[in-house]
């Protein structure tokens, strides 16, 4: 699975959108971008995925730029309880062959001051 | 709340005891998963499980640790003769095979902390 580049932390004012960035240039072909948080003292949380096209749910949007080498988190109006880390994973879509663990990196620590 | 349950949330115990994890996951979830996090860390992976089967474990299992999921339902995590090394967030997580989206569903987590 690729290695991703996340920034350490970041801050975002109340209300405000949330930029997430997220690095993956050794990114495959096959190979998705899953994000995940982790709010403090729970486990990891499913956020959103994509392949190449943009997507969007009721939490956040994904940006992928269109070679696949980085892509952006947004949270449209982050509120205090989006302070968390925000894990950027690439892997591939599980296969009978692919256990579809996670590898994390450290992510990025989100803080929404209001 | 994701359903996937952790039993105990926080464990004191001292160094050398043996200590064991409980894991109900979601409950038609095929695949199962145990990680560990560090204070400042991403979680990292430990093992995983298809129904009953163990079908990966990481190297960062040692021979202290093993893993179980009998009848393909909840799981344990056993770490024999622990070290100080050994404190932190247990996690499990848990998700069913072929579902759109492929993610994994966490627990809350277990708190060991050797003394």
């Known amino acids: 699975d690729a290695k991703t580049t996340q920034p350490t932390s970041m801050d975002c004012a109340e209300g405000r959108a949330a930029n997430l960035p997220c690095n993956h240039s050794?990114?495959?072909?096959?190979?998705?971008v899953y994000w995940y948080r982790q709010i403090h003292s729970q486990g990891p949380q499913y956020i959103i995925h994509?392949?190449?096209n943009n997507e969007t749910n009721e939490m956040a949007s994904l940006i992928i730029t269109e070679d696949r080498k980085s892509s952006t988190l947004i949270l449209p109006h982050a509120t205090l309880r989006d302070t968390a880390v925000y894990y950027c994973i690439v892997r591939t879509f599980h296969g009978s062959s692919n256990t579809g663990k996670l590898i994390f990196g450290q992510g990025t620590t989100l803080q929404v001051k209001p | 709340d994701t359903g996937v349950s952790q039993d105990p949330r926080h464990k004191i115990t001292k160094r050398g005891q043996n200590v064991t994890f409980r894991c109900d996951p979601i409950s038609e979830h095929n695949r199962l998963y145990w990680y560990r996090q560090t204070l400042g860390q991403g979680p990292e992976f430990l093992t995983y499980f298809q129904n009953e089967a163990q079908l990966e474990k990481s190297r960062l299992l040692s021979d202290r640790f093993s893993a179980e999921r009998p009848k393909g339902s909840f799981s344990t995590l056993e770490i024999q003769r622990t070290e100080q090394g050994d404190s932190a967030m247990y996690l499990c997580?848990?998700?069913?095979?072929?579902?759109?989206?492929?993610?994994?569903?966490f627990g809350p987590g277990t708190r060991l902390t050797v003394l």
């Open positions: 994509g392949l190449k």
């Open positions: 050794t990114i495959s072909g096959n190979e998705y």
């Open positions: 997580a848990s998700s069913l095979e072929l579902r759109l989206k492929n993610e994994q569903f």
